[in-house]
C-alpha cells in the first residue's frame, strides 16, 4: 500500500484554564477537548525518494516546510529513521486562527497515515511525543472524542463521549496568534475560571445541561478585546436559544451548543449573514477516521 487517505477532526475546548507559567516559558493548561464533526481530509502518498511536497485548496495555508502536516511527516520519518518521497494533499475546510485545532488535526491525520504505509506501528505514545514535538493539539487530535488535557496539551484522560447536542461554529474574519494571546495572559489577573470539576461531572453523568453550564475559555475576554465580533457572535447564538456560547482556545472561532437541529439552523443562518466561516456540527467520538 502506498496511499490512503483520512478525515481530521476539528477541535473544541468546552473549557480552558491555565494552570502555571512554568519554567521553560510554555504554561501549564487544564481543558476538556471535543472532536467536532467539522473535517479536513488528508492524503498521503509515499513512493521511491526522499522528499516532502504538499498541495492544498488554501491559499491561506503554507505549502512548505511550515506547514504542519510536512513538519509532522519530517518528524515521523527522522523518528523511525526511514526516508521515502511524501506527497500530501490537504482539502481545507476547518478555518485556520481558530483555535480549532486545523493545522494539528491535518499533522495528526498525516502521521496515522504514514505509520499506516509504511507499516511502522508505532505505539501510540510514540505517536503522540513526535506529535507533540510539532504541535500541542496533535496528541489529542491523534485520540479525539471527548478528553481532559493536562501540560501543554499532552496528558490526556479519556472522558465518556459529551451528551449528543448541535454545535453551531462561527469565526470573526480576524484571529490572534497563540503566542500574542500567551504573551498578554497574567495568571494572577484570571479572576473567573471554569470549574472543570463539575464540567467533567456533568459530561459523566450525561448531563447536557449541566455540562453547557460550565463551558468556559480563561482566553476569551483577553481576545474578545481586541475582537469585540467574539461577543456579537455570543450574543446571536444565545439569542437564538443556545445553552451557552465561548470561544475555543486561543481564538478566534466561537461555538454555541444547542439542544435541537432547528434552533442550531437558524442561528447558523442567522450568522451565515454576516461572518465567512459558519459551520453546523455536533460532537464526533475519534481525531482521525481512515476513509
Ligand atoms: O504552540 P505554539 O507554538 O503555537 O505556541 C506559541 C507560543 O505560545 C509559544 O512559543 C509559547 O510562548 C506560548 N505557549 C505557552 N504555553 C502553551 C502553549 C503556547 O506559553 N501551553
Redesign the pocket.
Known sequence: MNYAFARAYAKLNLSLDVVS??DD?????EMVMQSVSLFDTVAVRAEDGDEINVVSNARHIPNDERNIAVKAARAFLSAVGIKRKINITIEKRIPSSAGLAGGSADGAAALMILDRLLETNLPEKELSGIGLSV??DIPFCLVGGTALAR???EILTPLDAMPDCRIVIAKPRRGM???R???KVDNSEIFKRPNTGALLEAIGGYDLEGTAKNVYNVFEPIVAEEIPEIYDIKKTMLDGGAMCASMTGSGSAVFGIFRGAPEAAEAAKKLSGKYDAVFSTEPRKHGVIFL
Not at 25 to 29: E, I, N, R
Open positions: 507559567r512554568r516559558g510554555y504554561h501549564d493548561l504541535g500541542a501540560g501543554r496539551g496568534s497563540t503566542g494571546v500567551f504573551e
